[in-house]
């Protein structure tokens, strides 16, 4: 059973930055896809970025050019650096992982942007 712990959220004034962690227990170097979600109170869940194995990045509009994804083999971890933050992005933030054999979720972490 791969395990999946995201960490990073907390709260920051606008146009602050946080990085978000993705820890995955089993090795990023296996996965197809790793993706983060977010979704705020009342809202549907939103795929904001995504890294493939081959490390193709894509992200939503509304992120593009403030938000960056990236991974440490080394660490089994993928990041989500988020600069330049608005309180649009407040939300709950989680991470999926895609392996061969199924898609596996954290529990998500935080996100509060203050005005």
Not at 25 to 39: A, D, E, K, L
């Amino acid at each position: 059973q791969v395990q999946v712990v995201e960490s990073g959220g907390g709260l920051v004034q606008a146009g602050g930055s946080l990085r978000l962690s993705c820890a995955a227990s089993g090795s990023i170097y296996n996965f197809i896809f790793v993706y983060w979600y977010r979704q705020a109170p009342g809202k549907e869940r939103e795929l904001v970025a995504g890294i493939s194995s081959g490390d193709r990045t894509n992200y939503v509009d509304s992120v593009k050019g403030r938000f960056t994804i990236s991974r440490d083999n080394a660490k089994n971890t993928v990041y989500l650096q988020m600069n330049s933050l608005k309180p649009e992005d407040t939300a709950a933030y989680y991470c999926k992982v895609v392996y061969p054999t199924g898609d596996y979720w954290g529990q998500g972490t935080q996100v509060t942007v203050s005005s």
